[in-house]
Nanobody, 115 residues
Framework: VQLVESGGGLVQAGGSLRLSCAAS????????MGWYRQAPGKQRELVAA????????NYADSVKGRFTISRDNVKNMMYLQMNSLKPEDTAVYYC?????????WGQGTQVTVSP
C-alpha cells in the first residue's frame, strides 16, 4: 500500500484546509485509515480515523466539531476537512492505513496556522 498526502499549506487562524490522501497498491486489504499529526518536539498523535466498511469515525477531542474525516472507496481517497483552524493545529499531517498485518504511512504534509 502506498499513500500520498496533499493539500497542506499556510492558513490564518480561523481558516480552512482540506487534506487528501491517495491510496494505491493493495488497497483491498485496508481495514481502516486515519490522519495523524506531529508538531515539533511532540509525539505523533491520532487526529481522526475511519473504518473501511461501516464508515465509523472517531476524533481527537481537540478537533471534534472542527475537523471531518471522510473517504471515497471507489477512488481510494481519504480526506480531512479542517475548519476553524488554530495555531495549535500546526503540524505535519500523516495519512495512515491499517491492514490485518501492518500499518502504512504517507510522507506527510505540512499545515501551518498563523495567529
Amino acid at each position: 500500500v502506498q499513500l500520498v498526502e496533499s493539500g497542506g499549506g499556510l492558513v490564518q487562524a480561523g481558516g480552512s484546509l482540506r487534506l487528501s490522501c491517495a491510496a494505491s497498491g493493495s488497497t483491498f486489504s485496508i481495514n481502516a485509515m486515519g490522519w495523524y499529526r506531529q508538531a515539533p518536539g511532540k509525539q505523533r498523535e491520532l487526529v481522526a480515523a475511519i473504518t473501511t466498511g461501516g464508515g465509523s469515525t472517531n476524533y481527537a477531542d481537540s478537533v471534534k466539531g472542527r475537523f471531518t474525516i471522510s473517504r471515497d472507496n471507489v477512488k481510494n481517497m481519504m480526506y480531512l476537512q479542517m475548519n476553524s483552524l488554530k495555531p495549535e493545529d500546526t503540524a505535519v499531517y500523516y495519512c495512515n492505513a491499517r491492514t490485518s498485518w501492518r500499518g502504512y504511512w504517507g510522507q506527510g504534509t505540512q499545515v501551518t496556522v498563523s495567529p
